[in-house]
């Protein structure tokens, strides 16, 4: 009989974490899951661990392979998955005893939704919250809607795949997410060709794809540490290279999954939204490059008289002491897509 859940360890030389990490897995209150777990041939005693650990649970499948990034260690975990849902348990990583319980009681209430998502704690090496990185601070998710973050909803496809067009994270971490195992016929696996933001490609897919449901009264964590895998990543953000790469981003899963959408939506990206985006993102990018406030100044003067109608009308909105775009445009996109008559992008659980 297949379990509910298939925790997928993907690891490489995280030997310090590893024995938290496991800890709250087998911890968990829910307690009908599989574990597998991929190394990709660590030198730091973490591969002698993990063995060690097999040996005295049963329910855990290992493997070893190439070091080929770090996507496809987490699909080949995937392609050996047999449970109805999928936890990607990165392995610097922890959550909560009823992380899971929650998780899946809250996809078996809302069989409509192919993700559950849950409170995100960022930690530090010793695994201590960082109080400068409190989720869900600059997440569109945290933005799209606020009043919301404490209580059960659902968001409905493709509230927040279009909120990537803000060139935000939405999720911020894969940890925080429990997929529907069936997902990933549908949006694929994670793709390598993105560096190591190749899971926000996959969420801006799955947002445009799949209903998700919040789950407010648990957590995952995302640890934070001079050797994560993500530091790329992390250390790109609002950088030209990490600007670009957003950009190719959004345009691959638009294409990617355009025929899941409803026409009107498609019509409203292309002839509004896509465009008005990327001159803002692109706006704020120039504008970061004037070191002092003169040149700023200078820059929006050129910018109100021969710039983009996006970039004219955020800086009056400045001007005018607005919240910045980022602030403003979740509640437009979802006041966008409920006025198509597609039905409400988000409701309340009970």
Not at 68 to 82: E, F, H, K, S, T
Not at 85 to 103: F, G, N, Q, R, V
Not at 225 to 251: F, L, N
Request: charged fraction near 25%; include cysteine.
């Amino acid at each position: 009989m297949s379990p509910q859940v298939s925790i997928c360890v993907p690891n490489l030389n995280t030997r310090p974490y590893l024995p938290e990490r496991f800890e709250t897995i087998f911890n968990q209150t829910l307690q009908d899951w599989e574990l597998i777990v991929y190394d990709s041939f660590s030198n730091d005693g973490a591969w002698e661990y993990i063995r060690e650990l097999a040996v005295r649970e049963p329910r855990t499948r290992i493997s070893q392979g190439p070091r080929d990034g770090i996507y496809p260690g987490w699909n080949v975990c995937i392609r050996q998955a047999r449970g109805e849902y999928i936890y990607i348990a990165t392995s610097d990583d922890t959550m909560a005893p009823d992380c899971l319980e929650k998780l899946v009681a809250a996809l078996t209430l809302s069989s409509q939704c192919d993700l559950a998502h849950c409170r995100l704690v960022v930690i530090d090496e010793a695994g201590q919250p960082r109080s400068e990185d409190n989720w869900p601070h600059g997440t569109a998710f945290g933005v799209s809607a606020p009043e919301l973050l404490q209580q059960a909803h659902i968001r409905y496809a493709p509230l927040d795949g279009v909120l990537h067009l803000t060139g935000q994270s939405v999720y911020l971490s894969i940890t925080g997410l429990l997929i529907r195992r069936t997902l990933f016929s549908k949006v694929g696996n994670f793709r390598s060709d993105w560096g190591s933001s190749g899971d926000i490609n996959w969420a801006m897919r799955a947002g445009l794809v799949a209903n998700t449901v919040h789950v407010p009264d648990t957590w995952a964590s995302w640890r934070r540490h001079a050797s994560q895998a993500t530091k790329e990543a992390v250390a790109g953000a609002k950088t030209d290279w990490w600007e670009r790469r957003i950009e190719d981003m959004i345009e691959d899963a638009l294409r990617e999954c355009a025929s899941y959408l409803h026409p009107s939506v498609r019509s409203g990206l292309e002839s509004h939204w896509i465009g008005w985006c990327r001159d803002l993102r692109q706006y704020y990018s120039q504008l970061r490059h004037r070191p002092n406030l003169v040149q700023r100044r200078l820059f929006q003067l050129t910018q109100l008289i021969g710039g983009t109608s996006a970039g004219r009308r955020e800086i009056v909105s400045q001007f005018c002491r607005k919240p910045q775009w980022t602030e403003r445009v979740p509640l437009e996109m979802r006041r966008w897509l409920e006025s198509l008559g597609i039905g409400p992008v988000i409701t309340r659980v009970a």
